[in-house]
């Protein structure tokens, strides 16, 4: 009797979900999406899944970030980022109803697939064997990361600023000029409306800005001319 063939192994939580669960790599984001909402919520979430789907851009964020994920390590790293979510929307559909992704049913579903991904390893010329290799340095894995650090920055901005918070305070914060913030939320800002709104903000309170320097210098130049102009009069006024 032959053995049962190795179930293959794959080198990211997309591809080994996509396996165990039978699902094709473009449907990816909505089947994990519906797998990890919290119970009971699938019917509410339809119509917002078919008519507003940018509503959901905070959950498919996380969702194509754990995609491209290997280890543990980095499937919980990406996790955290959820955390942050329920400061910038605050709103009854992700607060009291609660219809978003749910971290837990999230880690039951990695345990499910944990021993279809293999992390990467590599040979070691000077020992002979073969060690394991964090993939953080590799391309993939940093620009996964990278995507992870900005979302979460713009989020905890957006937090900041509807609470308040002085933008050079939040700048200072993010550890980032306000252009590199400005150019993140306009990439994000097709995916969310929140960092639609960011970037708006943004680039509002940039212009306004600009006009008041504006105005500050044209104020300068008129009160100059004006004192121009008194010495001139005084100046006739004395000799005449």
């Given at each position: 009797m032959s053995a049962a063939p190795a179930a293959p192994k794959f080198n990211n939580f997309k591809d080994a979900y996509c396996f165990a669960f039978k699902c094709r790599p473009e449907r990816y984001e909505s089947s994990l999406f519906f797998s990890s909402l919290y119970s009971f919520r699938t019917l509410p979430a339809l119509p917002i899944w078919w008519f507003n789907r940018s509503l959901f851009a905070v959950d498919?964020?996380?969702i194509t970030n754990l995609g491209r994920t290997a280890s543990n390590e980095e499937f919980?790293?990406?996790?955290?980022?959820?955390?942050?979510?329920?400061?910038?929307?605050?709103?009854?559909r992700r607060g009291l109803m609660r219809i978003r992704i749910s971290p837990a049913k999230l880690q039951l579903i990695r345990a499910d697939v944990d021993n279809l991904i293999e992390v990467p390893?590599?040979?070691?010329v000077l020992e002979g064997e073969k060690v394991a290799v964090d993939p953080s340095p590799g391309p993939a894995?940093?620009?996964?990361?990278?995507?992870g650090t900005s979302s979460r920055r713009l989020r905890e901005a957006h937090r900041d600023i509807t609470t308040g918070r002085p933008i050079s305070e939040v700048l200072q914060q993010a550890k980032v000029t306000e252009e590199e913030l400005i150019a993140e939320a306009k990439e994000a800002g097709s995916r969310s409306p929140e960092m639609k709104w960011l970037h708006q903000y943004l680039t509002d309170l940039?212009?306004?800005?600009?006009?008041?320097?504006?105005?500050?210098k044209l104020r300068r130049v008129l009160a100059a001319q004006a004192h121009e102009l008194l010495e001139?009069?005084?100046?006739?006024?004395g000799s005449s």
């Open positions: 498919l964020d996380v919980n790293a990406v996790i955290t980022d959820l955390a942050s979510a329920d400061h910038i929307e605050r709103s009854i390893v590599v040979a070691n894995a940093q620009a996964m990361r990278a995507a940039q212009r306004l800005r600009t006009a008041d320097q504006e105005h500050e001139l009069r005084q100046r006739t006024s």
